[in-house]
């Protein structure tokens, strides 16, 4: 018979449109069904969910599961990097990139509890800047440029307003001036987007840090140099096969820290808002612990 465990088990009702709330109920009923101990946690908003679980960790749960999309994952991230306490995901967002990288079921949240259960851990790497982490990748350029955009808008709602916002963008495209400083070594570009990928994806399946790994303490800079409009458009489709790596305006560099610095550009790591640059991002070889 499996160990009886104390599950911490945090949710956003809200994510992937609403389908948050009856995945969670059906992650809280798995694991009870599975004779484990459950504490159903849920905050007023992101602040007090992080206080709850990280109240939680430092209680000593045997895991901590978020039920969510990446936004979700990234707030679990938090209360659990460097503490030695597994983080469980059940998917129900609409990126879900973390899941995507170790083949978590993400349509089926009994099937993802049971793989959860399955208690199969893995150490992966995390990357970190003024104390604060992120699994994917954090992106500054374009991509950024756009959700600034689409956070200004009221109307209207949901995926209409960042294709709106990125038509808007598109028609003013222009490179930005980057300084970065890889590992010591300092670097001017121009590009229309610098992307730094703990992992190899973000926004949906993504792949704009191909080859990415989450386990060889190295942070993938993925720089986009400056590109024509209509070649971007074209070149769009090719990021979710990762054969963009083959454009002649494609450059990448493996690093332990990396400095990125842009005048009026804020940083989106794990979908979320995470600052304006410069930024200063490094790799903390096994900082997570992931259940798959």
Known sequence: MAATRTIALLANPTAGGGKGASRAGAALERLRSQGHHVQALQGRDADEALDIARAAVADGVDALVVVGGDGMVHLGVQAVATTGVPLGVVPAGTGNDVARYVDLPRTDPVAAVDRLLAWRPRTLDLAVSQGRYFTTVMAAGFDAVVNERANRMAWPKGQMRYNLATLAELRTLKPIDYILDLDGTA????????????????????????????????????????????????TYPRLFRGTHTSHPQYERHRVRRVTVAAPGIVGYADGERFGPLPLTIESVPGALILLS
């Open 187 to 234: 670097l001017r570009v121009p590009a229309v987007l610098v992307a730094v990928g703990n992992g190899p994806s973000f926004g949906g399946g993504l792949r704009i840090a191909e080859g990415a790994l989450l386990d060889d303490g190295l942070l993938d800079v993925v720089v986009i140099k400056p590109i024509g409009r209509l070649e971007l458009v074209r």
